[in-house]
């Protein structure tokens, strides 16, 4: 392939990114945001438009002159992406298509990750019946993204955190292969970090931090407009920032890291213990309802006002907030939001995390920053799991 047949290939792909993710623009918006002449961009639709991918879709408001036609994606076009969220207990999949509709419901599974690479059986069997009854050909799927936990490596595919395979093969080559469909993967808090973004709080903004508030407490961030991995993709470990007064054990083997008292897990245990010893709460009969995880249970329990709940979450969020203080320090963000499955509990986390960082930041650096709670919730790994999908994948 020439060198003009690569850039062309490119832009095309840029064309389209920019009207997933902007949803109708005009040539001369395409122009500016892809940093291509008029002309080149107009030549690049105008093929797109013969190949369906694109459709006109009215004119823009007037500037003043002619008005100019607006483009947006063709929901009849038929591709789909095929979205996948996991966490360290369960694993989210949903089908949407051009304009991030859903196309199939969302499924879960209950899938507590592991190192053990024959696990991966377990997984790829639930993706191939998922797809299969989507009746969706497989050369209309642009591809899987996965977001997940651990130390990943999105460029070179890898996880080595979990599923760990033999001679070194990568996760991503591993899942092409055996679902037979483009597999792109990445860390779950960079996804969420990554749909924020695009389509929630950041938005259109150069420097913003994402907390992913789970199972773990993970963090995205977004540097000059772009997603920061570090060197070796592993920046945002916020759960192993050394802020725990106890001398609880970590998953990593350490002690003392910010996990050991903000997880999600360690709340529910500690609510578990609180009831134990006699203290009222709705969380009693929750916890009994197995439709759906405890933590989940006990973030709803906090967004309604129980009590116990409240207290809980509210301990965890300032020592969070204690965390963000010292973030604000190195990063100077324009805004951070509170983001991940952590999100359902709504408003409940602003007040103690606002609280912390009033005590323990330079006010001048906090008045720079925005504190606000994702919109996206726990809808956002999955939708920057979509978004991997349209970044990496080829339009034919």
Same mark, same amino acid.
């Given at each position: 392939?020439?060198?003009?047949?690569?850039?062309?290939?490119?832009?095309?792909?840029?064309?389209?990114?920019?009207?997933?993710?902007?949803?109708?623009?005009?040539?001369?918006?395409?122009?500016?945001?892809?940093?291509?002449?008029?002309?080149?961009?107009?030549?690049?639709?105008?093929?797109?438009?013969?190949?369906?991918?694109?459709?006109? %879709?009215?004119?823009? +408001?007037?500037?003043?002159? /002619? /008005?100019?036609?607006?483009?947006?994606?063709?929901?009849?076009?038929? /591709?789909?992406?095929?979205?996948?969220?996991?966490?360290?207990?369960?694993? /989210?999949?949903?089908?949407?298509?051009?304009?991030?509709?859903?196309?199939?419901?969302?499924?879960?599974?209950?899938?507590?990750?592991?190192?053990? +690479?024959?696990?991966?059986?377990?997984?790829?069997?639930?993706?191939?019946?998922?797809?299969?009854?989507?009746?969706?050909?497989?050369?209309?799927?642009?591809?899987?993204?996965?977001?997940? +936990?651990?130390?990943?490596?999105?460029?070179?595919?890898?996880?080595?955190?979990?599923?760990?395979?033999?001679?070194?093969?990568?996760?991503?080559?591993?899942?092409?292969?055996?679902?037979?469909?483009?597999?792109?993967?990445?860390?779950?808090?960079?996804?969420?970090?990554?749909?924020?973004?695009?389509?929630?709080?950041?938005?259109?903004?150069?420097?913003?931090?994402?907390?992913?508030?789970?199972?773990?407490?993970?963090?995205?961030?977004?540097?000059?407009?772009?997603?920061?991995?570090? %060197?070796?993709?592993?920046?945002?470990?916020?759960? %192993?920032?050394?802020?725990?007064?106890?001398?609880?054990?970590?998953?990593?083997?350490?002690?003392?890291?910010?996990?050991?008292?903000?997880?999600?897990?360690?709340?529910?245990?500690?609510?578990?213990?609180?009831?134990?010893?006699?203290?009222?709460?709705?969380?009693?009969?929750?916890?009994?309802?197995?439709?759906?995880? +405890?933590?989940? %249970?006990?973030?709803?329990?906090?967004?309604?006002?129980?009590?116990?709940?409240?207290?809980?979450?509210?301990?965890?969020?300032?020592?969070?907030?204690?965390?963000?203080?010292?973030?604000?320090?190195?990063?100077?963000?324009?805004?951070?939001?509170?983001?991940?499955?952590?999100?359902?509990?709504?408003?409940?986390?602003?007040?103690?995390?606002?609280?912390?960082?009033?005590?323990?930041?330079?006010?001048?650096?906090?008045?720079?920053?925005?504190?606000?709670?994702?919109?996206?919730?726990?809808?956002?790994?999955?939708?920057?799991?979509?978004?991997?999908?349209?970044?990496?994948?080829?339009?034919?």
């Amino acid at each position: 392939m020439s060198a003009t047949d690569k850039k062309y290939l490119q832009l095309r792909r840029d064309v389209i990114k920019q009207l997933y993710v902007n949803k109708m623009l005009t040539l001369t918006e395409l122009s500016a945001l892809t940093h291509k002449s008029l002309p080149l961009v107009t030549s690049t639709v105008s093929d797109l438009l013969e190949d369906g991918y694109v459709l006109e %879709h009215g004119l823009a +408001p007037s500037t003043g002159g /002619r /008005r100019a036609l607006n483009f947006s994606l063709n929901q009849e076009k038929s /591709r789909f992406i095929v979205a996948v969220a996991m966490d360290q207990l369960v694993t /989210r999949v949903v089908i949407y298509d051009l304009l991030n509709n859903v196309h199939m419901d969302p499924e879960i599974m209950e899938f507590p990750l592991s190192a053990d +690479p024959n696990e991966l059986i377990k997984l790829t069997s639930f993706l191939k019946d998922y797809i299969g009854r989507s009746g969706i050909a497989s050369d209309q799927i642009l591809g899987i993204g996965i977001g997940m +936990p651990g130390f990943v490596n999105a460029e070179l595919g890898m996880n080595y955190t979990f599923f760990k395979l033999k001679n070194n093969v990568s996760l991503k080559s591993h899942l092409t292969k055996e679902l037979g469909l483009p597999v792109f993967i990445d860390n779950d808090s960079s996804l969420i970090a990554l749909a924020e973004l695009k389509f929630g709080a950041g938005k259109d903004l150069k420097d913003v931090l994402v907390v992913n508030i789970g199972w773990g407490i993970g963090l995205g961030m977004v540097i000059n407009g772009s997603l920061f991995r570090g %060197h070796s993709g592993y920046a945002g470990e916020f759960s %192993h920032i050394p802020l725990s007064q106890s001398n609880k054990l970590c998953s990593c083997g350490k002690r003392g890291c910010l996990e050991v008292d903000t997880s999600l897990i360690v709340l529910v245990e500690r609510a578990k213990q609180e009831i134990a010893n006699g203290v009222s709460s709705r969380l009693e009969q929750s916890f009994q309802d197995n439709s759906k995880l +405890p933590g989940d %249970h006990f973030l709803d329990a906090a967004r309604d006002g129980d009590p116990l709940a409240v207290s809980i979450l509210s301990e965890a969020s300032f020592l969070i907030g204690k965390g963000l203080a010292t973030l604000i320090h190195i990063m100077n963000p324009e805004i951070i939001v509170l983001g991940g499955r952590g999100a359902i509990a709504g408003k409940i986390l602003m007040a103690p995390v606002q609280h912390a960082i009033n005590e323990f930041c330079i006010q001048r650096l906090a008045d720079q920053t925005t504190i606000t709670v994702s919109q996206l919730a726990d809808q956002s790994e999955l939708l920057g799991a979509a978004i991997l999908v349209i970044e990496n994948c080829q339009f034919n």
